[in-house]
Each structure stands twice: as structure tokens, then as C-alpha cells.
């Protein structure tokens, strides 16, 4: 109990404040950081069930297995089947191609239905939420398609052979972002009427879902039925996640989930720095504590058993209250922030505690312990002589020990390597720009600084004379900035990436199978509403039957549908818009009078299909056969709602094959009904409606971007603490510079003026040399993590040596104000 008795006198005399406070912020920003990340990410991805309407889906061209359906039963595994199919609907002389979706009584799993009695609301107190499908004998339908077919709520719409009552409008369903919508207006019915409708027949064209969610057997039961339930798949056969439900979402959330993991890994970061300036302070308070000791004749292994356990009673309580004060802050956070996370955030697992215990345990191992490891052997003499000193572990051993501890923080909180080397990589040269720059720059202040005011040739001359500690000082500043320009640029590059491609104007409504004799009435109708398009594609259906001179076996027909239906064909002169060649070479480059036309292929899909450069491939258009050779692969960008192709020729090949044409465009929401127009105008125009998925979409990027802005407020408050930290390193040797001068008869003008250019002049050093390291961890980020293009910051260069000559110096000169609100004689009695 004398280490604790020791630990808790030496606290009271205030010795400990940084350092316990370093340690308490170090594991409260860590743990709430990692309880916020993975409740967002536990709610984002309850969420994103939403948009499969369960847990986990089965899409297959053949009707669901009784096995599966049984297999669920017994496992206790929520389960629903649901169709979907294009069919003609009927009310007397009118008729209409919809889209059926034919559903079970559990549908949905997960999520909610959207339904109301008055066509075409946006009023959110007229639209009802459920959770279940229409009754048998009923239907819901879409608002366009009544004054398609002329018909009002209560009328009865014909479906091969029954007679169904439309009784609601569905608005939306949880599942609507995938196939179902490519064909006019949505026809929800019970599933059970299927077999009395007698429209399903061989060879028709159904798409069979299969829906499973977490039922009674809980987790585990359903993970096992999820095993079995793979290995009794087939070709036909595809299973679909929460995060292929909807691609943009998918993007969106894992983009949030890295960045989450950047913000927590940059606190982690941050919070060691601050540990190891506080531990360098509270060491170097120690000498006479240690030579009192061993003056009363304590073994030095005695002394380093006492501090050793110092420590441990400081790691653990301090982490305890670190856990608390996490907690505690992370529940604030998510109180202040509740209306910009409209989701319900689940409790979090025992992962965000253990981080937080390892990491004041790892930070004190890795900080504290090194700073304080030569103590023990302190003289005696240094009781008496202050010019007794002992050599304290190098520099270089304990920022390795630094680093190492670092390193594991940050790859057990992220598991990503890039993310670690990333961070690493960015500390590190700002680190060592810091050291070989800062002295030059220091040495060329000291030179220039003698010519200038008495302030500037002071301030100049202490910096240079403390040129250790100016440059420890300096590697805190600098890191510590340079981590808050990393968050902060990947933050905003991130955000503005969603916000462009979910721009308001962005498209939200495909045209497709428009036909030649079609195109200039679509195009004059589009026209009229003051509607602009992405521009108009061609189109021509073709199938892929030989790879360099051999048919297509059955083996590459199971393994991939692109093998086993038509494609589509498409030409353009220029590289499209968020395409880039990532292989070959495009048309410009290429010689194209020969009689073998070349093709660009998707580079992914290139890789599924064993397509190389040079590969020669026959295509048959309807029976008329002719030769591609693969010239080059793209990368496409998916999220700009704007027509992609998987195979793209140049222009002047296929112009005399059958083709038609397609487009996106946006439509306001009150011109929607430019859709019915079209459709009645041009019924085998087929129309794929993205506009409530683009709405969800944007919904969720809101979530996770305010998820962003919360983890940039936390990371900013431990960013200050590094610096308070910095700051308080040299601070003891300057007030006592500062009560000596005032002593002297020197004004508090002159004595506040010291401090502002010597610390200002470090933040303006060390902002512009964090801008080094921020560049060029920024540049690994965004490449490797983000998938994001690089481009040069600006804004760092300038604003990093402002707001740190600003924030620095104001700390400097607020914590030094009591060398001249106080007494010299008790501002000395106080050190």
C-alpha cells in the first residue's frame, strides 16, 4: 500500500494532473469513440436490412425449394417468399404493363411498408407504416396507376384470371431498390393468389426471392441456417447481404465505417502524445523525490518496484475512469446529436471497453514506464546538488517504445494496415521534418531575431538555448496538428464526394427500350416539361458465343449469366464521364480501319469472364455474327446515376444492327406524372424509378455524415489537450525566467510579449511542418482506403501555421499570466 500512499501524496501535491488527465482523456476518447463507431455501425447496418426487407436473401430464376421453407420452420428462422414479374393489368378497355410483386403475409422481415388512401400525398400524417402485405383478394397499388387505368380506390383490376379490389396506394416498401420498378407502375398483391391467377407458366420470367431474418432460435440458429442454406445453392442461385442490397449504401456506410475507424485511431494517437509529453514532465518532477528515497537508504530495484506500481494503480484507475467518462460522453454525444440520427442506436458489444482498459494500459507501458525507468538509479547528491544528473533512457529507445505502442493501439483499434502505416507514415516524416527542419528554422529565428525588438531577440535566444525542448514542444504541436489536418480533409472529402453525387438535380428516372421510330417523340416529350437528359445512348442486343475461337462450354454458362443471355452493346467516340482505361488503349490510340471491331470492357467484369487485351470474342445479333477484339478495360463510377456499359465499340460498327436507345434524367416530384404520360404514349418504354431509393440514400449519407461531424468535435477536443500538454512541458523553467524579470523591474508588456512570440513562433513552425506530414498521409488515405483521387490542399499550407501560431501562442500566454497576476516570490515557491 506505500505505492499508493505515494501515488495518491503526489497527486494531491498536483504532480499528477496532466498525466492523469492525459490518461483519462487517452482511454475516454478511445472508448467512446469505439461505442459511438460501433453503435452507428450496428444501427446502419440493422438499417440496411431494410433494404432486402430481412436479414439475408436467396434471388434464384426457379421456384423456392419446400426444404428451405421447412428448414427455416425447424431452425425457428423468420422466413417469406415473394415473386416478381412483369404482367398486364386490366379495368374494362384500358390496360397497363405493370410490375407484380406477389408477397407472402410475413413480408416484410425487416422494415416497413408505406401506405395511404390518398393518391400522390406527401403528407406524412396521411401515410401509414406496417408491417405487413396485402390480404388475399386485395391489392395495393401505385398512385400512377389509377389514372393509367381510369380506376379509384374500391375498383377491382384484372390479373389473368382473378379479380383483384385495390384497396390501398403503397407508397413504398422496404425492399423497392431492387429489380422490381423496371416495367411502369407496382402492383403488391398476396401471394396466395398466385396459383388462381394462373399467370405463372414454364418459361415464364420470374424472379423468386427467398427472405430470412433472425428469428426465436436467435443469433446462433440462424447463423447455422445461413451455413446450410449455402450449401444448398446453385447457379441459379445468388445470395444477397444487407450491404450488396443497395450498392451506393453499401459505399456509403463502409466509407463511414473507415472514417470512424480514422477518427478513433487519430484520438488514439493524439492521446498517447499527450501521455508521453505529460510522462516527460512528471519525470523530470521526480528526480528529488527519487534521490530523497535512496538517500534514506531504499534499494534502487525497491524504488523501481514502488513506481512500477505506481503506475499500475494509475493504469487502472485512471483507465476506470476513463471507461466512465467515456461512456458518459459518448451518451452526451448521442443525446445533443438525436435529431441528426434518427435511427435507434443498439447497445454496444464488450469490443469498445476492452479497447479503452488496453489502451491506458498500453499508452502507461509504452509512455510512462520509459520516461521514468532510470529513476531508480538517481544519486543521493540530487537531494542537495541539482547539477547531479543521471542519464534518462535515449531519446531513441523510448520513441521507439513510443512507436511500437502506437502502432499496436492502432491495429488492434482498426485491424487495417493502411489505416496504421497511413498515420504512422504521416507522424513519422512530420516527426523528422520537425527535427531537421525545425532547427534550421530555429537556428535562422535566432540569427534573424537578434536584429529585431527586444521582445523578438529574447524570444529568439530562449528558443534556440531550449532547443531540446523547442523541438519535443514542437513534435506535439506539429503531430498533433497534422492528425486534426488529416481528419479534417478526408472528412470533407468524403462528404463532398456524397453530396455531389447525391446532388438534388441528380437522375432519378432511366428510359430504356426506347425504339429508333420512338426516340424524337420521347426526346420532344422530355423537351417539353424543360427536362434535360445525361444524353441519349444507343443500345443493341448481343450474345457472347466464342473466346478465341472456342464455344462457350456449360462449365463458363454456370459460372457466370453473362454467358447465358444477351448483352448489352453499346458505342461512343470519347471515354465516357467517370470512366478511366485501366488497361489498352482507347479509340485515339488504335487503328481502326482493320475488319476486326475492338471493344472496352469493365475491368471487373473483364476479370469474372477471363477476358485479357488482345482476347478475341464472336458476338451474334440476332443470328448475324461478327468479331471483337478486347482493346482495353475501364474502371466505371456507378454512384452518378448516369448510363454505363460493360462493352463499349466505337462508333460506325453496329449503327445498322436492331438497337434501341436510353437515358436518366431527373424528374421533379410534382412532373411525375410525366411517367404515365410516357408510358401511355410509348407502352413498351420501359421506366426504372430510382427517385425513393435516391431519397434513402440520402437519408443514410445524412446519418453517417453527422456520425462524422460528432467523432471531428471529439478528436478536436484531444488535439487541444496535446498542446496544453506541449505547452506545459517547459512551462516550470519559463515562469521562473519570468519571475526572475519581473524581479528585475521588466514590464508584464515585455514578459507576456516573450511568451507570445515564443510560442507563437513555435505553432507557426509547427503548422507548417505538420502540412508536410498531413500531404502526404492524406495522399495514402485517399488512395488506399477512400478510393479517392489525390489532389493537392492548399488550404494546409496556410491554415496550418495560422491556427497554430494562434491556438499556441494563446495557450502559451494564458497559462503563463500567473508570472505576472501573482507575486514573483510565490510564483518561484510554487515550482
Not at 64 to 82: K, N, R, T
Not at 106 to 116: C, D, E, K, M
Not at 803 to 829: C, E, F
Amino acid at each position: 500500500m506505500q505505492a499508493l500512499r505515494m501515488l495518491l501524496r503526489t497527486w494531491r501535491g498536483g504532480q499528477l494532473n496532466l498525466i492523469i488527465w492525459s490518461l483519462v482523456l487517452a482511454v475516454a476518447v478511445v472508448t467512446s469513440v469505439s461505442l459511438l463507431a460501433e453503435r452507428i455501425e450496428r444501427a446502419l447496418t440493422a438499417q440496411s436490412s431494410s433494404f432486402l426487407a430481412a436479414d439475408l436473401v436467396v434471388r434464384s430464376s426457379k421456384p423456392i425449394a419446400p426444404e428451405w421453407v421447412a428448414g427455416a420452420l425447424q431452425q425457428q428462422v423468420e422466413s417469406a417468399q415473394v415473386l416478381t414479374f412483369a404482367s398486364m393489368v386490366y379495368h374494362q378497355d384500358d390496360m397497363h404493363l405493370a410490375s407484380i410483386k406477389a408477397v407472402e403475409g410475413s413480408y416484410p422481415l425487416r422494415g416497413l411498408l408505406r401506405r395511404t388512401t390518398t393518391p400522390f400525398t406527401t403528407d406524412t400524417s396521411l401515410i401509414e407504416e406496417i408491417d405487413y402485405g396485402p390480404a388475399q383478394g386485395e391489392t395495393w397499388v401505385d398512385a400512377r396507376l389509377l389514372p393509367l387505368l381510369n380506376i379509384e380506390l374500391g375498383d377491382e383490376i384484372e390479373l389473368g384470371e382473378i379479380r383483384l379490389t385495390v384497396s390501398q396506394i403503397v407508397v413504398e416498401e422496404p425492399d423497392s431498390g431492387g429489380s422490381y420498378g423496371a416495367f411502369g407502375a407496382r402492383v403488391l398483391m398476396n401471394f396466395s393468389d398466385i396459383e388462381a391467377a394462373g399467370i405463372i407458366i414454364p418459361g415464364s420470367r420470374v424472379t423468386y426471392r427467398f427472405l430470412m431474418a433472425e428469428g426465436a432460435s436467435g443469433a446462433d440458429g440462424f447463423a447455422r441456417y445461413s451455413e446450410w442454406m449455402e450449401d444448398q445453392l446453385d447457379v441459379h442461385d445468388r445470395l444477397i447481404t444487407p450491404d450488396e442490397a443497395q450498392a451506393s449504401i453499401a459505399d456509403t456506410m463502409d466509407k463511414g465505417r473507415r472514417f470512424l475507424l480514422l477518427a478513433g485511431s487519430i484520438g488514439v494517437v493524439l492521446a498517447g502524445i499527450a501521455l508521453a509529453l505529460a510522462s516527460h514532465h512528471f519525470a523530470a518532477g521526480q528526480t528529488r523525490q527519487v534521490a530523497l528515497l535512496k538517500s534514506w537508504g531504499i534499494a534502487a530495484s525497491r524504488v523501481r518496484s514502488l513506481y512500477l506500481q505506481q503506475s499500475l494503480w494509475l493504469g487502472v484507475g485512471g483507465s476506470a475512469i476513463g471507461l466512465l467518462v467515456g461512456f458518459a460522453f459518448s451518451e452526451i454525444l448521442i443525446a445533443v446529436v438525436r435529431e441528426w440520427l434518427p435511427i435507434s442506436l443498439p447497445m454496444a458489444g464488450i469490443r469498445p471497453w476492452i479497447t479503452g482498459l488496453a489502451t491506458g494500459l498500453l499508452c502507461l507501458a509504452g509512455f510512462t514506464l520509459p520516461a521514468i525507468w532510470h529513476l531508480p538509479a538517481q544519486s543521493p547528491l540530487a537531494v542537495l546538488r541539482d547539477d547531479v544528473k543521471v542519464e534518462p533512457v535515449s531519446s531513441m529507445a523510448r520513441g521507439f517504445l513510443g512507436v511500437i505502442a502506437v502502432a499496436a493501439l492502432l491495429f488492434w483499434y482498426s485491424n487495417n494496415v493502411y489505416l496504421s502505416l497511413a498515420i504512422l507514415a504521416g507522424f513519422g516524416l512530420t516527426t523528422l521534418a520537425t527535427v531537421v527542419i525545425g532547427l534550421l528554422m530555429l537556428r535562422v529565428g535566432k540569427t534573424y531575431g537578434e536584429k529585431l525588438g527586444s521582445i523578438w531577440r529574447l524570444a529568439s535566444s530562449n528558443l534556440w538555448r531550449r532547443r531540446s525542448q523547442s523541438i519535443i514542444q514542437m513534435v506535439g504541436f506539429s503531430g498533433a496538428i497534422a492528425l486534426l489536418m488529416i481528419m479534417s480533409v478526408v472528412r470533407t472529402s468524403l462528404i463532398d464526394e456524397w453530396r455531389w453525387q447525391l446532388a438534388d438535380d441528380a437522375p432519378n428516372h432511366f428510359l430504356l427500350n426506347v425504339a429508333p421510330y420512338e426516340l424524337e417523340g420521347v426526346r420532344d416529350l422530355v423537351t417539353a416539361q424543360n427536362l434535360e437528359t445525361a444524353g441519349w445512348y444507343s443500345m443493341v442486343r448481343g450474345r457472347l458465343t466464342q473466346i478465341n475461337g472456342e464455344g462457350i462450354t456449360e462449365e463458363q454458362r454456370d459460372k457466370h449469366e453473362s454467358f447465358r443471355r444477351e448483352l448489352n452493346l453499346s458505342w461512343t467516340t470519347a471515354l465516357p464521364e467517370g470512366n478511366k482505361v485501366t488497361a489498352g488503349k482507347w479509340w485515339d490510340e488504335l487503328d481502326l480501319s482493320g475488319d476486326i471491331a475492338p471493344v472496352s470492357l469493365e475491368e471487373e467484369l473483364a476479370g469474372e469472364l477471363g477476358l485479357e487485351i488482345g482476347d478475341l470474342l464472336n458476338f451474334s445479333v440476332g443470328g448475324l455474327i461478327f468479331q471483337a477484339r478486347v482493346a482495353s478495360t475501364r474502371s466505371l463510377n456507378w454512384d452518378n446515376m448516369t448510363p454505363n456499359f460493360y462493352f463499349l465499340f466505337p462508333e460506325g460498327l453496329l449503327e445498322n444492327y436492331p438497337r434501341t436507345s436510353m437515358t436518366s434524367l431527373y424528374i421533379p416530384p410534382q412532373q411525375k406524372l410525366l411517367v404515365n404520360d410516357l408510358l401511355r404514349q410509348y407502352p413498351t418504354v420501359q421506366v426504372i424509378e430510382l427517385d425513393k431509393i435516391i431519397d434513402r440514400i440520402r437519408s443514410i449519407v445524412s446519418q453517417v455524415t453527422s456520425g462524422l461531424e460528432v467523432m471531428t468535435l471529439l478528436i478536436l477536443s484531444c488535439g487541444v489537450l496535446v498542446m496544453f500538454a506541449a505547452v506545459s512541458l517547459s512551462m516550470s523553467e519559463r515562469l521562473q525566467e519570468s519571475a526572475i524579470l519581473r524581479t528585475l523591474g521588466s514590464s508584464r508588456r515585455l514578459i507576456l510579449g516573450i511568451q507570445w512570440v515564443e510560442f507563437s513562433v513555435l505553432g507557426v513552425m509547427a503548422g507548417l511542418l505538420a502540412a508536410i506530414g498531413a500531404e502526404a498521409a492524406v495522399a495514402l488515405l485517399q488512395h488506399y482506403m477512400f478510393d479517392l483521387p489525390f489532389s493537392w490542399h492548399p488550404w494546409l499550407w496556410l491554415m496550418g501555421p495560422l491556427a497554430g501560431g494562434l491556438l499556441v501562442g494563446v495557450l502559451g500566454v494564458g497559462y503563463s499570466r500567473k508570472a505576472v497576476t501573482q507575486p514573483p516570490l510565490l510564483v518561484l515557491n510554487s515550482l
